[in-house]
């Protein structure tokens, strides 16, 4: 059974920096692309940040390119999401997201995506 779980989330003030991680078991970490979303309150879940499984390749939606780096420690298991210059609109419970199979792209497609931790809840402050 996978098991995925996220951790890292809190509150802090414009500009300041957080740190996601997340721990996937039950499968062989190392030959899946993995990904983050999240999910403001009222609104739908997004993509954020995509890694391939070898992590050739990552993908970013727009708004945090240049902000937030993904990337993976296949020994530990464990992707992460840098998030630097945090701003308002960041807020949202942040998930991290497998996939069922394996492919050589990324999806930003939710709905590619089979297993989800329970998210990280990200607050900041202006």
């Known amino acids: 059974q996978v098991q995925v779980v996220e951790s890292g989330g809190g509150l802090v003030q414009t500009g300041a920096s957080l740190r996601l991680s997340c721990v996937v078991s039950?499968?062989?970490?190392?030959?899946?692309?993995m990904a983050w979303f999240r999910q403001a309150r009222g609104k739908e879940r997004e993509f954020v940040a995509a890694?391939?499984?070898?992590?050739?390749?990552?993908v970013y939606e727009d708004s945090v390119k240049g902000r937030f780096t993904i990337s993976r420690d296949n020994a530990k298991n464990t992707v992460y999401l840098q998030m630097n210059s945090l701003k308002p609109e960041d807020t949202a419970v942040y998930y991290c997201?497998?996939?069922?199979?394996?492919?050589?792209?990324?999806?930003?497609?939710?709905?590619?995506?089979?297993?989800w931790g329970q998210g990280t809840q990200v607050a900041v402050s202006s």
């Open positions: 890694i391939t499984w070898r992590a050739s390749n990552t």
């Open positions: 039950g499968r062989t970490f190392s030959a899946y692309n």
């Open positions: 997201a497998v996939p069922p199979n394996r492919s050589p792209v990324v999806s930003r497609k939710r709905d590619d995506y089979a297993y």
